[in-house]
């Protein structure tokens, strides 16, 4: 049992940044991967950001160059530092896991880019 809790979501004007955390609980967080989705209005969620338990990551084409995922497993914890915030970024934001054939997910954090 994985329980993920996303924070940091807000408002902010376009060309701003923010920092979503997403703490994890209940397994062995530094042996697995971590990812971000988010989930606009009317639209399907889509995967955002990758990191592996060895640290390797990768990106949505959308956000590569602007945002930045990283982990620290002292403190159980995934972020996502989004920097040159747009309004196409305004989205619903939810950490994810993929641990023992379970999909585990947050309970998302709103993220609101204004023009």
């Known amino acids: 049992q994985v329980q993920l809790v996303e924070s940091g979501g807000g408002l902010v004007q376009a060309g701003g940044s923010l920092r979503l955390s997403c703490a994890a609980s209940?397994?062995?967080?530094?042996?697995?991967?971590m990812k971000w989705y988010r989930q606009a209005p009317g639209k399907q969620r889509e995967w955002v950001a990758l990191i592996t338990s060895g640290g390797s990551t990768n990106y949505a084409d959308s956000v590569r160059g602007r945002f930045t995922i990283s982990r620290d497993n002292a403190k159980n914890t995934v972020y996502l530092q989004m920097n040159s915030l747009k309004p196409e970024d305004t989205a619903v934001y939810y950490c994810?896991?993929?641990?023992?054939?379970?999909?585990?997910w947050g309970q998302g954090t709103q993220v609101t880019v204004s023009s």
């Open positions: 994810h896991a993929f641990v023992d054939g379970v999909n585990y």
């Open positions: 209940g397994s062995i967080f530094s042996a697995y991967a």
